[in-house]
């Protein structure tokens, strides 16, 4: 069986809570829900204008991040713990069903 590396759970959560979390995709979140469509996935949930806006500004944040991976680990390490504290009760990475030989 396969076993999570806690060191990249905490990095891929706080990963993910820099780079989308707070991110646009915040914005889209915070309005109404549609009633006429709300869950149903034949429909869009959001603009093609909000999706760019939502995946540049991850990409963005995601390369400043491993940046700092690289070349200054204080500011990444002090960017791993601002973002530990409100993802540590987030759920951990599902890799049962990867296929990948780890």
């Not at 959560?13 to 707070?22: G, T």
């Not at 990444?76 to 780890?102: C, G, H, V």
């Amino acid at each position: 069986m396969k076993k999570i590396d806690p060191q990249l759970t905490v990095e891929a959560k706080a990963i993910v809570a820099l780079a989308f979390r707070n991110g646009p995709i915040e914005d889209v979140h915070a309005g109404k829900t549609c009633t006429a469509c709300a869950g149903n996935p034949e429909f869009s949930h959001i603009t093609d204008d909000e999706m760019k806006s939502i995946m540049k500004a991850a990409v963005n944040a995601v390369y400043k991040l491993l940046w700092a991976r690289e070349h200054d680990r204080e500011t990444f390490r002090k960017q791993m713990r601002l973002a530990e504290r409100y993802t540590s009760r987030w759920d951990d990475p599902d890799i049962s069903n990867w296929n990948t030989a780890q």
